[in-house]
């Protein structure tokens, strides 16, 4: 019914998104023109009626009808809150008898002048649309024996159930009272626990529960009366992760902290990895590939900031420990508009906020690592919290070396310290700010000094090795509400990343030669020859970078969302390498026996010298609409990129890069049987990105304005979800994409030297589904199975190689990947965790027989120094041979330690990590001695992982 404009003020749904959330919630009812329902909530104007004026004390509660219809129509609306809700009252409206209005998953009550207290309607909401903020900590021993109590929260003055009420038990779980206010617990049976219950706008209410009595009623009082307000229901906006089906899959801090949270190096990407559409890497390569796309472009987003280089260990491991993120979203569908500068995969993590009430401490100590983080309240409007992380892999190397020799020669333990700042502050109802910042560095050194004798090989080898490597960035945002309808966000921030190299070698050798070889070159053969070769590398890297951009959201009746906003991103790149390399080629103009081919080899030296800048600019404009009950929605995106390129001397001018995307979601079903709802989403769009390698681009390459191009993807997917009862849901998603102007590049000899040859026209066909069955968080188990298919072939056109295939399987490609999280949990205090993962081999090439050829040594100024035997392999390209499959195994038990009485919660662990390393499959082509032809055991498989299981027990401590 709709409402005269005389008993309802002008509606302002209070819209507090941040502008990289996606549009959720519903649409605005037309049913009732003065209630608004924004993406994050309900606003209704309640004015006091004229005709209330001398009424006497009792007869207040017989208002006009109509007043009251407005109030039905919030009560309608707030079972279509998608999401925790919360109840705010702001702005004053005025008049003789002022309204106290305040609303709750039970209904929406009214106290009017003289204390007058009625029920408007009574509503059924949903749990997950229930009131709920969190409250805890009633902690305590598990014990051998526990029985289950139900407990009953009610309003003390109306004795009304309140829904959605949340329990923190003894033992740290939390519980959900249902639509009676009732809940069942489990507790100990031999002593006396206490439990903590909170419901927003109650004060929070402690409940001991004695040993053995089995029900229980708490009664929760109102926390205060705010009158003369407007009434505003605001759902809490979703973190910047969430799963949508067609564009992106989210962990929350719950599974950050069971699958990430293990083992002798904590990671996000840990979990990442477990997703679909995640190709396997091994354990030490954070740089998995995403649905077919090369590893190193999935690009990181830290609260709407790009990071250039988020690794530590050359991209070993993340620099997002799980401590420091709330939640994090992989997007590889066709995300939205707001984000670009990939054509594989977008990972958008969200740090953690400190409490703006409670001080809070974490303290982790393990067998390689210990974590602090202190949370500290700023007048309860905001908070500072900074997190430190320290590693030490001295035992562990220590352990490890009678066993693995690549381990043996280590000096320096592979370190990693870094330090994180999180802060925000609302500084009025209408405008936060926030603070991140970020500063670490990682290394290690190692040295090799070695000889042998075996088969007639004298070998002296002498390796230094030292890797140094920095990294920090500080990102600033402040958001804003000019209109309740509208927010507008500007973040702004630096960040550099350095690495300095230092890598030498020398290697002294004796050869004899075989009585083969002497037969058919003894003429042209010295007695007896010695070779030395030196060879080193020496690199300073720095990158620096600066981004700004502005996004404004508006949110406009009839469920559209307008969206807009602008970026500028630049980076300066500066290099400095020196390398001192050996190159073999084959000598044409020289051959002592007709028929026979004659290598040379000879010192080259590499110089690179990088004063190169980038300035990327990007603007994007976003539609969405949300139909009523979420039946439809639409989401139609443009996004445009533009890259102008500065060297010393030098500039190149680039086309931008349009791309637009579109997504399509229909809610097919909802509530029917088993089926809690069943969604379809089709999507399309165009991404782009830049190579990295481009920033060594010199004067001298050859690339004229235009010529460099942007890499391109098109990619389409059509997706369905499916929510069952009790926490099921299954998610299938088939995609389709083409890679175009991709750009790559070889070395090719110029004289003496290696230059790099770049090129811009490489493409790539790519398709496959994923799915993942998940069952959501529950008592006793909880976790899910992901699979994915991929078929991806890439061409190079232009390739200098002859012998390169036309169309070729990259090497880091596998058809299948199978994980298995299993999160198990007997009893309270005793959790397993498991993460099993299969993937299918990895191409490998087709090996020849082992031959020896003669080679020329030439000394550094031209002029020949002796003639050497040395052996090769022929290899040839295969569509079809694969190395063996991969078999992770992780496992981690946590032991839990809980004070009933007070806030402290601790969990002492062990983990087992690549537990069936000693399982042997089908590895790849084994490596020979190319001084001896001598064939090695062992596989050249290209892995970080190390060949033993790896254990690990640790201790955390909470407060």
Same mark, same amino acid.
Request: glycine share 10%; hydrophobic share 35%.
């Given at each position: 019914?709709?409402?005269?404009?005389?008993?309802?003020?002008?509606?302002?749904?209070?819209?507090?998104?941040?502008?990289?959330?996606?549009?959720?919630?519903?649409?605005?009812?037309?049913?009732?023109?003065?209630?608004?329902?924004?993406?994050?909530?309900? =606003?209704?104007?309640?004015?006091?009626?004229? $005709?209330?004026?001398?009424?006497?004390?009792?007869?207040?509660?017989?208002?006009?009808?109509?007043?009251?219809?407005?109030?039905?129509?919030?009560?309608?609306?707030?079972?279509?809150?998608?999401?925790?809700?919360?109840?705010?009252?702001?702005?004053?409206?005025?008049?003789?008898?002022?309204?106290?209005?305040?609303?709750?998953?039970?209904?929406?009550?009214?106290?009017?002048?003289?204390?007058?207290?009625?029920?408007?309607?009574?509503?059924?909401?949903?749990?997950?649309?229930?009131? =709920?903020?969190?409250?805890?900590?009633?902690?305590?021993?598990?014990?051998?024996? =526990?029985?289950?109590?139900?407990?009953?929260?009610?309003?003390?003055?109306?004795?009304?159930?309140?829904?959605?009420?949340?329990?923190?038990?003894?033992?740290?779980?939390?519980?959900?009272?249902?639509?009676?206010?009732?809940?069942?617990?489990?507790?100990?049976?031999?002593?006396?626990?206490?439990?903590?219950?909170?419901?927003?706008?109650?004060?929070?209410?402690?409940?001991?529960?004695?040993?053995?009595?089995?029900?229980?009623?708490?009664?929760?009082?109102?926390?205060?009366?705010?009158?003369?307000?407007?009434?505003?229901?605001?759902?809490?906006?979703?973190?910047?992760?969430?799963?949508?089906?067609?564009?992106?899959?989210?962990?929350?801090?719950?599974?950050?902290?069971?699958?990430?949270?293990?083992?002798?190096?904590?990671?996000?990407?840990?979990?990442?990895?477990?997703?679909?559409?995640?190709?396997?890497?091994?354990?030490?390569?954070?740089?998995?590939?995403?649905?077919?796309?090369?590893?190193?472009?999935? $690009?990181?987003?830290?609260?709407?900031?790009?990071?250039?280089?988020?690794?530590?260990?050359?991209?070993?491991?993340?620099?997002?420990?799980?401590?420091?993120?709330?939640?994090?979203?992989?997007?590889?569908?066709?995300?939205?508009?707001?984000?670009?500068?990939?054509?594989?995969?977008?990972?958008?993590?969200?740090?953690?906020?400190?409490?703006?009430?409670?001080?809070?401490?974490?303290?982790?100590?393990?067998?390689?690592?210990?974590?602090?983080?202190?949370?500290?309240?700023?007048?309860?409007?905001?908070?500072?919290?900074?997190?430190?992380?320290?590693?030490?892999?001295?035992?562990?190397?220590?352990?490890?070396?009678?066993?693995?020799?690549?381990?043996?020669?280590?000096?320096?333990?592979?370190?990693?310290?870094?330090?994180?700042?999180?802060?925000?502050?609302?500084?009025?109802?209408?405008?936060?700010?926030?603070?991140?910042?970020?500063?670490?560095?990682?290394?290690?050194?190692?040295?090799?000094?070695?000889?042998?004798?075996?088969?007639?090989?004298?070998?002296?080898?002498?390796?230094?090795?030292?890797?140094?490597?920095?990294?920090?960035?500080?990102?600033?945002?402040?958001?804003?509400?000019?209109?309740?309808?509208?927010?507008?966000?500007?973040?702004?921030?630096?960040?550099?990343?350095?690495?300095?190299?230092?890598?030498?070698?020398?290697?002294?050798?004796?050869?004899?030669?075989?009585?083969?070889?002497?037969?058919?070159?003894?003429?042209?053969?010295?007695?007896?020859?010695?070779?030395?070769?030196?060879?080193?590398?020496?690199?300073?890297?720095?990158?620096?970078?600066?981004?700004?951009?502005?996004?404004?959201?508006?949110?406009?009746?009839?469920?559209?969302?307008?969206?807009?906003?602008?970026?500028?991103?630049?980076?300066?790149?500066?290099?400095?390498?020196?390398?001192?390399?050996?190159?073999?080629?084959?000598?044409?103009?020289?051959?002592?026996?007709?028929?026979?081919?004659?290598?040379?080899?000879?010192?080259?030296?590499?110089?690179?010298?990088?004063?190169?800048?980038?300035?990327?600019?990007?603007?994007?404009?976003?539609?969405?609409?949300?139909?009523?009950?979420?039946?439809?929605? =639409?989401?139609?995106?443009?996004?445009?990129?533009?890259?102008?390129?500065?060297?010393?001397?030098?500039?190149?001018?680039?086309?931008?890069?349009?791309?637009?995307?579109?997504?399509?979601?229909?809610?097919?079903?909802?509530?029917?049987?088993?089926?809690?709802?069943?969604?379809?989403?089709?999507?399309?769009?165009?991404?782009?990105?830049?190579? $990295?390698?481009?920033?060594?681009?010199?004067?001298?390459?050859?690339?004229?304005?235009?010529?460099?191009?942007?890499?391109?993807?098109?990619?389409?997917?059509?997706?369905?979800?499916?929510?069952?009862?009790?926490?099921?849901?299954?998610?299938?998603?088939?995609?389709?994409?083409?890679?175009?102007?991709?750009?790559?590049?070889?070395?090719?000899?110029?004289?003496?030297?290696?230059?790099?040859?770049?090129?811009?026209?490489?493409?790539?066909?790519?398709?496959?589904?994923?799915?993942?069955?998940?069952?959501?968080?529950?008592?006793?188990?909880?976790?899910?199975?992901?699979?994915?298919?991929?078929?991806?072939?890439?061409?190079?056109?232009?390739?200098?190689?002859?012998?390169?295939?036309?169309?070729?399987?990259?090497?880091?490609?596998?058809?299948?990947?199978?994980?298995?999280?299993?999160?198990?949990?007997?009893?309270?205090?005793?959790?397993?965790?498991?993460?099993?993962?299969?993937?299918?081999?990895?191409?490998?090439?087709?090996?020849?027989?082992?031959?020896?050829?003669?080679?020329?040594?030439?000394?550094?100024?031209?002029?020949?120094?002796?003639?050497?035997?040395?052996?090769?392999?022929?290899?040839?390209?295969?569509?079809?041979?694969?190395?063996?499959?991969?078999?992770?195994?992780?496992?981690?038990?946590?032991?839990?330690?809980?004070?009933?009485?007070?806030?402290?919660?601790?969990?002492?662990?062990?983990?087992?990590?690549?537990?069936?390393?000693?399982?042997?499959?089908?590895?790849?082509?084994?490596?020979?001695?190319?001084?001896?032809?001598?064939?090695?055991?062992?596989?050249?498989?290209?892995?970080?992982?190390?060949?033993?299981?790896?254990?690990?027990?640790?201790?955390?401590?909470?407060?």
């Amino acid at each position: 019914m709709g409402l005269p404009q005389r008993w309802g003020r002008e509606v302002r749904p209070c819209y507090r998104p941040t502008p990289t959330s996606g549009s959720r919630g519903p649409a605005l009812l037309s049913a009732y023109p003065n209630v608004g329902v924004a993406r994050s909530g309900v =606003a209704i104007g309640l004015p006091k009626p004229p $005709t209330t004026r001398g009424m006497a004390p009792r007869q207040a509660q017989y208002l006009p009808s109509m007043k009251y219809e407005i109030l039905r129509a919030a009560a309608a609306l707030l079972p279509l809150l998608p999401h925790h809700t919360t109840v705010r009252l702001i702005r004053g409206i005025g008049g003789p008898s002022p309204l106290l209005l305040w609303a709750k998953p039970g209904g929406l009550f009214m106290q009017e002048p003289f204390g007058i207290v009625k029920k408007v309607e009574k509503i059924r909401t949903l749990t997950r649309s229930c009131v =709920a903020i969190l409250l805890l900590l009633v902690i305590g021993l598990i014990p051998l024996s =526990a029985r289950d109590i139900e407990i009953t929260v009610e309003d003390a003055d109306l004795a009304l159930p309140l829904e959605g009420a949340r329990i923190r038990s003894w033992d740290g779980q939390e519980y959900t009272c249902d639509e009676e206010g009732k809940v069942r617990i489990p507790v100990p049976d031999d002593r006396q626990v206490v439990l903590q219950v909170t419901y927003p706008g109650y004060e929070n209410s402690r409940l001991l529960i004695p040993p053995g009595e089995n029900r229980f009623t708490l009664l929760l009082h109102l926390s205060g009366i705010l009158e003369n307000q407007e009434l505003v229901i605001e759902a809490s906006r979703p973190g910047v992760s969430e799963t949508r089906s067609g564009r992106s899959v989210a962990i929350s801090d719950q599974d950050l902290s069971r699958t990430a949270e293990i083992g002798i190096i904590e990671d996000v990407m840990t979990s990442i990895k477990l997703l679909p559409g995640v190709g396997y890497a091994g354990m030490f390569n954070a740089m998995p590939s995403i649905r077919g796309g090369t590893p190193g472009d999935l $690009t990181a987003v830290l609260d709407g900031f790009y990071i250039e280089q988020p690794y530590h260990w050359g991209g070993g491991v993340s620099i997002f420990d799980p401590r420091m993120v709330q939640s994090a979203q992989l997007s590889h569908g066709v995300f939205s508009s707001r984000y670009g500068h990939t054509i594989s995969g977008l990972l958008e993590v969200t740090s953690k906020q400190p409490s703006a009430t409670e001080t809070e401490l974490e303290l982790g100590l393990s067998s390689s690592a210990a974590n602090l983080n202190l949370s500290v309240p700023l007048w309860g409007k905001g908070g500072v919290m900074v997190m430190g992380k320290l590693t030490y892999w001295d035992p562990f190397v220590w352990a490890v070396k009678p066993f693995v020799e690549e381990v043996r020669y280590i000096t320096t333990a592979p370190y990693i310290r870094s330090g994180a700042l999180s802060a925000h502050y609302r500084f009025t109802p209408d405008m936060e700010g926030t603070l991140n910042g970020f500063v670490g560095g990682d290394g290690m050194e190692a040295y090799y000094q070695n000889e042998s004798e075996a088969a007639g090989l004298i070998s002296k080898n002498d390796m230094r090795f030292s890797w140094d490597n920095k990294l920090g960035f500080l990102i600033m945002g402040l958001t804003l509400n000019p209109l309740p309808s509208m927010v507008l966000k500007a973040t702004a921030g630096g960040g550099f990343h350095s690495a300095d190299l230092d890598a030498r070698m020398q290697n002294d050798v004796q050869v004899p030669y075989s009585p083969g070889f002497q037969d058919r070159f003894g003429p042209f053969l010295q007695p007896s020859y010695d070779l030395t070769n030196t060879m080193g590398d020496r690199m300073k890297e720095l990158t620096i970078n600066y981004q700004g951009r502005l996004d404004v959201d508006w949110e406009a009746p009839q469920g559209f969302l307008f969206a807009a906003g602008v970026q500028e991103l630049y980076s300066q790149w500066i290099e400095e390498e020196q390398a001192q390399l050996w190159q073999e080629t084959l000598d044409t103009e020289k051959s002592l026996i007709e028929g026979t081919p004659w290598y040379t080899h000879y010192p080259v030296t590499f110089s690179n010298d990088v004063r190169n800048s980038g300035f990327f600019s990007s603007l994007y404009t976003l539609m969405e609409y949300t139909g009523p009950e979420g039946r439809f929605g =639409a989401e139609l995106g443009l996004r445009l990129d533009h890259l102008y390129f500065v060297g010393k001397d030098f500039s190149i001018q680039t086309l931008p890069a349009l791309n637009p995307r579109l997504n399509l979601d229909f809610g097919i079903l909802k509530n029917k049987g088993p089926l809690d709802g069943l969604s379809l989403t089709v999507g399309t769009g165009l991404f782009s990105s830049m190579n $990295t390698n481009l920033i060594y681009i010199g004067k001298d390459s050859g690339i004229d304005d235009f010529a460099m191009k942007q890499s391109r993807s098109w990619t389409s997917i059509v997706g369905t979800k499916m929510d069952f009862s009790y926490g099921y849901s299954l998610t299938i998603e088939t995609y389709i994409k083409g890679v175009f102007d991709r750009s790559y590049l070889s070395l090719v000899t110029q004289g003496d030297a290696l230059v790099p040859d770049y090129r811009f026209d490489g493409e790539g066909r790519i398709w496959g589904f994923d799915l993942m069955l998940q069952k959501l968080e529950a008592r006793y188990w909880d976790g899910w199975i992901s699979y994915s298919f991929n078929h991806a072939r890439y061409r190079n056109p232009s390739r200098s190689d002859p012998d390169e295939p036309d169309w070729y399987y990259p090497s880091f490609h596998r058809f299948h990947n199978l994980n298995i999280v299993l999160n198990l949990k007997p009893v309270q205090s005793f959790h397993i965790a498991i993460r099993f993962g299969l993937a299918s081999g990895a191409p490998k090439s087709v090996a020849g027989a082992i031959t020896s050829y003669p080679v020329s040594v030439l000394n550094a100024d031209g002029t020949e120094e002796s003639v050497i035997e040395k052996w090769k392999r022929s290899s040839r390209y295969s569509d079809t041979e694969r190395d063996g499959f991969a078999l992770p195994l992780d496992i981690k038990c946590s032991f839990f330690r809980f004070n009933p009485y007070g806030k402290v919660q601790s969990e002492i662990y062990v983990a087992v990590e690549n537990t069936l390393a000693f399982l042997k499959t089908r590895q790849r082509n084994t490596t020979f001695n190319s001084y001896t032809g001598q064939e090695d055991e062992g596989s050249t498989a290209a892995s970080y992982q190390l060949p033993i299981p790896m254990l690990s027990v640790g201790f955390k401590w909470t407060y």
